[in-house]
């Protein structure tokens, strides 16, 4: 017996010394997996903060607001105190929160809705209807005689209207701000109208036209005096203009009262005082152009899918500065000589007159429509709803 134990007292002593080296090793690998674990769940709980912060980032910054589906956002304006919402069946006035404060049935195919002042007009596209509100209410209604393609308000409250016309390329309505009628012109030889613009006193109107010889685009514009006086005189002919470009250029905005910028795809003229000075050297693509207190503005890039930017002419049409964007601008509303626009997944406030960006906020939710709420709050329309932000 005290033999047999012997015989097994090297196979013990082994199994011994197995023990006292795993031992070290598994309280090795215990500590690993906790510094794993402890690492995996720090970035994870990161990873959530950081994405539950993404959604709420606007949320959370948000003054007023309301959550709504995507069709309803695409609806809604904001317009003074609250927003317009413009379907085809009925236009109504809503709160920043949501809540409607009065309603109209409008029966409309494509409405458009634009803002000028404490105006704003609503138009139907394809059909004859327009009218025109303030946040107290709808002031009038007109029924046009043709078909409305385009039109433009004033801050007073003056609209022009283009509609066609069976026996004329079109015609250019006027009209006050209680709806009565002001003004006809009848486009007999100066081809199709496309858009329209008033000058920033409301002194001239402007209207882009486009005409044929069969072969290429002719682009004019002529332009009507407004008097001031408008119970003894009428708004007349004022001026003409046609640019040495084979293109159509339906885009306007005023620097001046006496100057107003034209655009097509790629070129800008500056029309004023018996002149047309294009703008050198021409825009590779131009996507929009505004006016601002203080000269007007271009958002162009370099091609298509390309970066776009923002060049800034002064009144005299001197360029004073050109700021880079981002990829897509989704709206912009102009303030005297600010201008806020939504690009990309943020919204950049801009200081024109001294061309820098003031401010950038980040939102994480598409943005429809953004304008200036107030002097220092911003209106955003995204397509989860509106918020009410702080600049």
């Not at 598409?366 to 600049?391: D, W, Y």
Request: negative net charge.
């Amino acid at each position: 017996m005290p033999q047999a134990i012997k015989q097994n007292e090297p196979k013990i002593r082994k199994a011994k010394a197995s023990r006292k080296y795993a031992t070290p090793l598994l309280v090795a690998l215990c500590l690993i997996l906790a510094v794993v674990t402890i690492v995996l769940v720090y970035m994870i709980r990161n990873h959530v903060e950081a994405k539950n912060g993404a959604k709420e980032q606007l949320r959370l910054s948000a003054i007023a607001g309301f959550d709504c589906e995507y069709t309803e956002a695409q609806q809604l304006y904001p317009f003074q105190n609250g927003l317009l919402k413009v379907s085809t069946k009925r236009v109504a006035y809503l709160s920043i929160s949501g809540n409607e404060i009065f309603g109209y049935d409008l029966e409309m195919s494509t409405p458009v809705c634009v803002m000028s002042g404490p105006y704003a007009m609503v138009a139907d596209t394809e059909g004859f209807l327009c009218a025109l509100f303030t946040e107290e209410g709808m002031v009038y209604r007109n029924h046009m005689d043709g078909k409305i393609g385009n039109l433009a308000l004033a801050p007073s409250g003056l609209a022009a209207v283009i509609t066609d016309e069976n026996d004329s390329f079109g015609c250019v309505y006027m009209m006050e701000k209680d709806g009565s009628f002001l003004a006809k012109w009848s486009s007999y030889e100066s081809g199709y109208p496309l858009s329209l613009a008033f000058a920033p006193d409301e002194s001239t109107l402007s209207v882009a036209l486009v005409d044929t010889d069969g072969s290429q685009m002719i682009p004019h514009v002529k332009q009507f005096s407004i008097p001031q006086d408008r119970m003894n005189a009428h708004p007349s002919e004022f001026a003409f203009y046609s640019p040495i470009v084979k293109d159509i250029m339906p885009l306007l905005a005023y620097l001046s009262p006496e100057k107003v910028a034209v655009a097509g795809i790629s070129e800008v003229a500056v029309l004023g005082d018996g002149n047309c000075d294009m703008v050198s050297p021409a825009f590779p693509y131009v996507q929009s152009i505004f006016s601002y207190d203080g000269g007007y503005s271009v958002i162009y890039s370099d091609g298509i899918e390309q970066p776009l930017h923002l060049a800034i002419y002064n009144r005299s049409g001197g360029k004073t500065g050109d700021i880079l964007l981002g990829n897509e601008v989704l709206h912009f509303d102009v303030s005297g000589s600010s201008v806020l626009i939504a690009v990309d997944e943020t919204i950049l406030l801009i200081e024109l007159g001294s061309a820098r960006i003031t401010s950038t906020i980040n939102v994480d939710e598409p943005v429809l429509r953004v304008a200036f709420f107030g002097t220092k709050n911003a209106c955003v329309v995204t397509n989860a709803g509106v918020r009410e932000i702080t600049l």
